[in-house]
């Protein structure tokens, strides 16, 4: 069994900052790549940021700059440090997570998303 596990999100004003966390656990042989996602509402679910084992890193353009993606292997977490938000980047945010329950044995997990909400 593996769970993944968000927190973090909020209500802040625009201009303000959170700090998101998406902690693996479980059964866990290795841990891939890790992604954020988030869904505002009426939209498709969009990719944020993301970082392999290898640490290579991409954003999405409209977080450039604002956003930072890390990991800690030894914590199986990986975190999204948010700042200059904006109201559109109101939504729910979502860990995704890529790993090995056993060697080679790949397999995709979902957080069950936390809620961001920026005020103008």
């Known amino acids: 069994q593996v769970q993944v596990v968000e927190s973090g999100g909020g209500l802040v004003q625009g201009g303000g900052s959170l700090r998101l966390s998406c902690a693996a656990s479980?059964?866990?042989?290795?841990?891939?790549?890790m992604y954020w996602y988030r869904q505002a509402p009426g939209k498709q679910r969009e990719l944020v940021a993301g970082?392999?084992?290898?640490?290579?890193?991409n954003y999405a353009d409209s977080v450039k700059g604002r956003f930072t993606i890390s990991r800690d292997n030894a914590k199986n977490t990986v975190y999204l440090q948010m700042n200059s938000l904006k109201p559109e980047d109101t939504a729910v945010y979502y860990c995704?997570?890529?790993?090995?329950?056993?060697?080679?044995?790949?397999?995709?997990?979902w957080g069950q998303g936390t809620q961001v909400t920026v005020s103008s």
């Open positions: 970082v392999t084992s290898g640490g290579s890193i």
């Open positions: 995704n997570v890529y790993l090995e329950y056993r060697r080679d044995y790949e397999h995709s997990y």
């Open positions: 479980g059964s866990i042989f290795s841990i891939n790549a």
